[in-house]
């Protein structure tokens, strides 16, 4: 399983095995999760906020 975050401007991509499983919004916070199975509570990746 390879993890690929991506920041452009305002948003945050965030890739599993090269397909689109989140997307976050960082200046409003808002978010959408593409792939459930993928982003659940047994993933061990953990996203924040980049500083």
């Keep these: 399983m390879v993890f690929k975050e991506k920041t452009t401007d305002n948003e945050l991509y965030v890739y599993l095995n ?3 499983i989140y ?3 960082l200046d409003s916070g808002e978010s959408k999760v593409f792939d459930v ?3 659940d509570k ?4 953990s996203i924040t ?3």
Excluded at 42 to 45: C, Q, R
């Design 18 to 20: 090269g397909n689109l």
């Design 37 to 39: 199975m993928a982003y």
């Design 49 to 51: 906020k980049i500083k």
């Design 42 to 45: 047994y993933t061990l990746k």
């Design 23 to 25: 997307k976050k919004w």
